[in-house]
């Protein structure tokens, strides 16, 4: 029986929310060229085409709802007599509206706006643009969506390799395994002795490096997995 669980999660786990993923054959990177519009350089070069495309998607995810996997894993935390740590990858707020309360978002949140002139984050709903004020500093021209694009780093990394480190269980769920450094924990995790399983679609590209898999929908395979975990918990 684990004691401390860390579980990553993509953009396959809000997908039957009604959110898209981004590389399967429909998603975000076949519609959008992710240099112009997830890269530092890309903002430079067109912060309105930026602004609208997470305007966009800022509008999109008010209207979904948390599925059954992420209710799942809320459950999870609530009833395991041991650590959970979730780390997303997603930017939309699904896990902590299904209850989740350990929680990292490593790519940043579509609710969080920061300024490129104090560096302060703040919360945000609405549509963001080059005439929007800062809340912190009343700057204008330098918001920019709270985000993670290529090439910066990551929120909150020593804290997720503290918790790989430690952990003794990890699941990946809905996650293709391309983007690092991400796509690099399941090696950490093995390194670290933990059991490593993926909750996926189909094989991701680190298929190799887990232990278990089981490939299907998240809304069937996450329930019944965290439901079996919880069956032989203390
Ligand atoms: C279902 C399902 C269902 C569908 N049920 N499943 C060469 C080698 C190694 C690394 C690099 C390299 N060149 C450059 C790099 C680094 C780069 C990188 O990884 N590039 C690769 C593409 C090669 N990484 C970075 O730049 C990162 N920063 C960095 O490395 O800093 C250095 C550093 C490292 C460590 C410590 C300190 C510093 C930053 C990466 C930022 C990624 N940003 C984005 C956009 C965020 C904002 C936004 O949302 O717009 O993050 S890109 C995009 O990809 C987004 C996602 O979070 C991320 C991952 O995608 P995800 O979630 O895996 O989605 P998909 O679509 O790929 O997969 C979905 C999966 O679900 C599929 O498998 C489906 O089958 C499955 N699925 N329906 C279950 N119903």
Redesign the pocket.
Known sequence: MPSSIVILT????S??SGIS????PD?IWAKVD?REV?TPQGFAADPARVHAFYNW?RKNVLSVEPNAAHLALARLESAFPGDVLLVT???DSLHERAGSRNLIHM??QHDQALCNACGKRSAWAGEMSLESPCPACRGVGHMRPD????????YQ?ERIQAALAGCDLFLS???????????GFVREARSAGARTVEL???P?QGAGYFDEAEHG???RVVPRFVERLLQRAP
């Open positions: 993509g953009a396959g786990i997908a039957e993923t981004f590389r399967d998603g992710y997830a998607r990858q997603n930017v790519h940043g985000v993670v694009w290529f090439g910066e780093t990551p990394m769920i809905g996650t293709s395994g391309n983007v690092y450094p991400a796509a996926n679609l189909e991701s929908p998240a809304t």
